[in-house]
């Protein structure tokens, strides 16, 4: 029997175990204390990442091959050239998250927020790898493909896997985000908040950012890139922290974290349709406070069932009850605390035994 080891990936404007910031405040657990910590002292093999903290799925993707394997990261050749961005960035050889990383041991990858689409799209490229650097001469084994062997399981946790709204309702001219009512409590602390995480740009083009991939048309059509392994274990677990009001929109509800509050009310007033068409109806309007809770549950067009736990199967989507808690529930909470050590060590021990048919 393989070897299992928990890579957990943060999501957007987050932090892993290779920034500074992680050993006084560690994401996974936040005010809780580190998850990561707990879950090894249950005998589990867990290890926190670092990836851009605003870059796009693929780069994050590139900084985790690199992570695991203990190399230089290297964004690709054609992609480099493509975007406008350095080919190649830090290199982790002297300290890799798994060393001696091998078919031998087997990933079960854990996505929170963005980190949902950063490990799909690394089980892609490690899968299958991508032509057009396999063209432009590929000399990563990441671009190469051929290494789905190594993934056991990948586990969605509060992740935009088919977009957010939270993004496309800025870019339809038949909606207006600042006559949403939000707390007049909430309005200047959201809105400073949000300043003050915003992307910071470099060289690279705009399509090269994670809030470019989590607008609903590029997520979508990132998802048509991305392949349901059939000998991986998929579980997706979505959040829900808005109540339905009596005009068909969602509100927050009371103890969400302020930094998710104003845009939670814009998400819950929004229904259009995309840049390209796509109908956001009502059934888009329940959220967790930055993600649509129906955007978190399964990709589009890859196989689901609800969760039983008693009769998982690889290759299809396992999809968990709706948690009630706002975006950074999952995570430990911001500035309130969750403990979600339970909740991790019921999952783990539930995926630990599972072997692929």
């Known amino acids: ?16 175990v290779y920034d500074p910031v992680y050993q006084r405040i560690p994401y996974w657990g936040m005010r809780g204390g580190d998850l990561m910590a707990f879950l090894r002292q249950q005998g589990f093999d867990c290890s926190a990442a670092s990836v851009a903290p605003t870059g796009s799925a693929w780069d994050r993707a590139c900084e985790l091959y690199a992570q695991l394997a203990g190399t230089r990261t290297d964004y690709g050749k054609a992609h ?6 350095e080919r190649f960035g830090r290199d982790f050889s002297a300290r890799p998250l798994i060393p001696d990383w091998s078919e031998n041991t087997k990933l079960v990858l854990l996505g929170h927020s963005f980190g949902g689409a950063t490990v799909r799209l690394f089980s892609e490229l490690l899968a299958h790898g991508d032509e057009a650097e396999k063209e432009a001469g590929a000399d990563s084994p990441f671009f190469r493909g051929g290494m789905e062997n190594r993934i056991h399981s990948i586990v969605t946790l509060a992740s935009p896997m088919n977009g957010s709204t939270a993004y496309d309702l800025f870019a339809d001219p038949d909606f207006d985000p600042a006559g949403v009512k939000v707390p007049p409590w909430n309005r200047g602390l959201a809105r400073f908040m949000w300043r003050s995480i915003k992307p910071k740009r470099d060289s690279r083009d705009t399509q090269d950012y994670a809030d ?25 677990v ?14 927050p509800r009371k103890g969400m974290e302020p930094l998710f509050v104003m845009r939670s009310c814009q998400i819950g007033a929004y229904a259009g349709k995309s840049a390209g068409g796509v109908i956001l109806d009502e059934s888009w309007r329940e959220n967790d406070g930055l993600v649509n809770t129906v955007s978190a549950m399964v990709p589009a067009g890859a196989p689901s069932k609800p969760l039983d736990a008693k009769n998982i199967a690889p290759g299809v989507w396992n999809v968990f009850p709706t948690v009630s808690g706002d975006h950074m529930y999952l995570q430990g909470g911001l500035t309130h605390r969750h403990d979600i050590r339970d909740f991790y060590l019921k999952l783990l021990r539930m995926i630990d035994p599972l072997q692929p048919v």
Not at 223 to 236: A, E, M
């Open 212 to 236: 470019f991939d989590m607008h609903i048309d590029n997520a979508l059509a990132m998802n048509t890139r991305i392949s349901t392994l059939p000998q991986v274990f998929y579980f997706s």
């Open 1 to 16: 029997m393989s070897k299992l080891i928990y890579i957990f990936v943060h999501g957007l404007s987050d932090w892993g």
């Open 238 to 251: 979505p959040c829900s922290f808005t109540r339905r009001q009596k005009d068909g929109t969602h509100k």
């Open 80 to 85: 480099s050239e493509k975007y406008g961005q």
